[in-house]
Structure formats: C-alpha cells, structure tokens
C-alpha cells in the first residue's frame, strides 16, 4: 500500500491512486462492468480511500451505489468522497448552474445520494456563464463553515476563470483534463495551482484507456469511440506507437505501461492522487500497483520526451 499524503491544503489524507468512479453502475456483462458496490469495497479494503464521483455520473447512480455501500458495510470513516454538481436536466438538454442557491441545495442532495454528512471535497463541475465565480466559491465556503463539506473544487475552469474563484484564496482543489497525450495544463493551471498551494487532480488519466497500453496497432476502432480527439485514426495509432515505446520501462520497473504513466502523473508537483476509472476490482488492485514505482530523472526525461507538449 502507497503512503497517504495531504491534498493540497486541506489536511485530508488520501492514497495517491484514487477511483473514478464515472462506471460505478450497476453490472454488464458486455463490458466487464462489475457492479459498484463490489469496487468500492475492493478499493477501500485495499487502502485506495480517494472515491471520485459527481451528480452526472448516471444521473445520481453513482453517488447512490457508493453511499449505499459505505453505509451497509460501516466503510464512511475509511473513504473520502469528492463529488461535483453544476448540471440540470430540462427536457432534452443539460444546462450550467452555478448559482449560490443551486450549489447549496445540490449539495444537500448529493448529501443524501450518498447517506452522509459530509462531503470532504465538492466541486463545481463545470463554470456556468452567469454566476460570478467568486460568489460561487462563496456559497460553497458557507457550506464547508456549516460542517457540510470539507474542501472547496472546481473542475473545468479556465485559467482566468479559476483566478476569479481563488479572490478571497478559497480554493483547495482544481480538477481538469490531463495526461501524457494531453499536457497543455503544466503550462496553464499547473503554476496557479501551485503557488497557491492547490491541489491538481488530472482527469483522463489514461486518456480513456488509451494510455494504459492495452491497444496495439492491429486495432480496429469502434464507431463509439471515434467521437474522443485522441481515438481519431489520424493520431490514434501514432498515440499507441508511442505508448509502446513505455513497454520497455514498465518491463524494467516489472510492471505494466499503465502504472508506469500514473506514477509519471505523481511526479508533477500540484499533483497528489490521480483517479484512474475502473470497471471491475481486477483493474482497481492493479492501478495500485503504480503507487510503487519510482521512477528516476533519466526515465522521467525519456517520458517527457516521447510525449512532449503541444
Ligand atoms: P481514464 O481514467 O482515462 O480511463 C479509464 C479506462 O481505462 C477504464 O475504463 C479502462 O478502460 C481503462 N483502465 C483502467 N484501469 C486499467 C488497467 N489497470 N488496465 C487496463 N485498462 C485500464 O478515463 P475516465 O474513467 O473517463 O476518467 C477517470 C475519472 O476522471 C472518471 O472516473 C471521473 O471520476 C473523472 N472525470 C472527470 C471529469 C470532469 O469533468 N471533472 C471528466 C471526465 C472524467 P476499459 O473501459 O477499456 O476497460
């Protein structure tokens, strides 16, 4: 098991591999999605306490199977739960809601998803285009002085937009895409984050799979997954050529490409925990195995320079 360490500035403790948990749902079959409940249990069991979830991720599903789970197996002190809102649905389409009075009652909701109360990281999950950003951060510092939640997000914001939600330093933790393929935020948030002593948790970490080697150049592409940037033909099979030549270095350090790319992640300096998505327990147990890897200055050189930014 990896030591825990602080995020950012808040005094809370997690495991540097945490879970996505965007496929906690209940079971299928045809992609090897075990149900939620049985995740979260191996994850925790196995000291991965940083559960990343979020209104979104199936409408509620998510934080329901995750507050179920802690709830009837007793597990709430052992996990740290960080989870988003900023969504409505109306009819057919989804709209942004940043609005103070929004935030406090979403995060009463997500409350009671997840039979808890507290909440030890909110999020607002993406920026609204109405709602200054500072007076959401404001509603959201209300509710962590109410003992609602512990630690202040947001997620999606651009650089200017997160300066306007740090005014008064509230703060503690910026989520955004980030992975080898996708490293323009070293350039952007990466020096915010840590001049202000924020804590950076990239998303995508295996660029949907696709970082965590289990594609070769005989694949053939699926219709649904043509519609990410990185799964278009045109770059995919350069992207999978590159992710090869990690091959050898996982080899060396006898573990597998994807544990090699997280524990580049934890190497950069506002990054604490990295939430890779998991499907079943088997990948769960094996994302943890990158908490383990060290990797030296030569490697971290020979990383930057097959994935360099664009
Ligand atoms: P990801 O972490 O880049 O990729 C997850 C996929 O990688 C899994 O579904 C699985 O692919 C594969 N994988 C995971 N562990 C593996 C292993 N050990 N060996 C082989 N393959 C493995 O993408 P993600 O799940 O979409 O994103 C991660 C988390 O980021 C989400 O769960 C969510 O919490 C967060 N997120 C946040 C936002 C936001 O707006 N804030 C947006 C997106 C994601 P298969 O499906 O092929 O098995």
Known sequence: MGKEVELGKTGIRVHPIGLGANKISEADEATHTEYGGKIIQTAIEHGMNFID????YGKGESEEIIGKTLKDNFLRNDAVIATKGA???????????????????AVDDSLRRLQTDYIDLYYIHFPDEKTPKYEAVGALQRLKEAGKIRAIGVSNFTQEQLEEANEDGYVDVVQDEYNLIE??????????????NISFVPYFPFAS?????????????????KNKPQFQEDVFYDHVE???KLRALAHKHKVEIAHVVLAFYLTKKPIDTVIPGARNGQQVMDNLRAAKVDLNAY????????????
């Open 87 to 105: 969504h409505v649905f109306q009819g057919n389409s989804i709209i942004l809601n940043n609005h103070p009075d929004f935030l406090t009652q």
């Open 299 to 310: 490697e971290l050189e020979l990383i930057e320079q097959i994935f360099p930014i664009n």
């Open 209 to 225: 799979g696709l970082l965590a080697g289990t594609y070769d150049k005989n694949y053939t592409l699926k219709e649904n997954q």
């Open 242 to 244: 590159n992710v090869d």
């Open 183 to 196: 490293r323009a935020n070293e350039e952007t948030l990466f020096p915010y984050c840590q001049k202000n």
């Open 53 to 56: 979830t979020a209104f979104m």
